[in-house]
């Protein structure tokens, strides 16, 4: 196992220490048996492990990584509005869209401009994000 050693700012060391103390209070709370006690230095690795993990989803996709095949991202408004019983037509009409522009977005044949993504994801009640998009090898 590495070791590294790290500066922080007394403000965040402060608030980091604030937090350890706070969680491990929460803990006794919920159990009051318990002995365990959270070290800041718990906190910053599962701060880091958490991150990596965040950001190990998109190294399929990670442009500057040779790979020799690249997942495509797409989308599942289709199946949502399916699911909200909203038809097409009427979410071209909320955003001031002609329905085959809006249903080539829905059948993945074109992936919006974010401008667009947001406005469709609000037509359609702003679900939670990881249900709108996945991944689809290429």
């Known amino acids: 196992m590495k070791e590294l050693t790290i500066r922080l700012k007394d403000e965040t060391y402060d608030q980091l220490k604030e937090l350890t103390e706070l969680e491990n209070l929460i803990n006794r709370h919920r ?32 442009p500057f990584i040779e790979n020799t095949h690249y997942p495509v991202i797409q989308n599942r408004f289709k199946e949502i509005a399916t699911q909200k019983g909203m038809y097409i037509k009427d979410i071209a009409a909320q955003l001031g869209m002609k329905a085959p522009n809006i249903s080539k977005i829905f059948n993945n044949a074109s992936q919006p401009r974010l401008e667009l993504f947001i406005k469709i994801w609000i037509v359609l009640g702003c679900p939670p994000l990881h249900q709108c998009l996945y991944l689809e090898e290429d």
Not at 36 to 52: A, P, Q, T, W
């Open 31 to 62: 159990d009051i048996n318990r002995g365990d006690n959270y070290r800041m230095e718990d906190f910053v690795v599962g701060s880091v492990i958490d991150k990596l993990e965040q950001i190990s989803h998109f190294k399929q996709i990670n």
